[in-house]
């Protein structure tokens, strides 16, 4: 069973950085594109950025492009999120999750991915 575990939220001030990290078990991650939505209160979950299974390839929503990065660590089965430049607007419950299929980019759509963290919030105050 695949289980994906999220951490590094927390409370940092606007211009302030943050690290997530994504810990995954079971499966195969290294052959499986990752990504990082996050969901603000009252808002529909939105995709933040995704990775392939080789970490040779990010693909980024506009409103992070230049500020977040994403990177995996497929030897330590680790997904991560580097986030500098945060602005009050990116506070959200950050989630991780895994593609569907193997050894295929992936993209924005909720449904390529079929494996969900529970969560980790983050929150930037003004």
């Known amino acids: 069973q695949v289980q994906l575990v999220e951490s590094g939220g927390g409370l940092v001030q606007a211009g302030g950085s943050l690290r997530l990290s994504c810990a995954a078990s079971?499966?195969?991650?290294?052959?499986?594109?990752m990504a990082w939505f996050r969901q603000a209160p009252g808002k529909e979950r939105g995709f933040v950025g995704s990775?392939?299974?080789?970490?040779?390839?990010?693909y980024y929503v506009d409103s992070v492009k230049g500020r977040f990065t994403i990177s995996r660590d497929n030897a330590e089965n680790m997904l991560y999120l580097q986030m500098n430049s945060l602005k009050p607007e990116d506070t959200a419950v950050y989630f991780c999750a895994r593609a569907v299929y193997a050894r295929i980019p992936s993209g924005p759509g909720k449904l390529e991915y079929m494996y969900w963290g529970r969560g980790t919030q983050v929150t930037v105050s003004s």
């Open positions: 990775v392939n299974w080789i970490g040779s390839y990010t």
């Open positions: 079971g499966g195969t991650f290294s052959e499986y594109s």
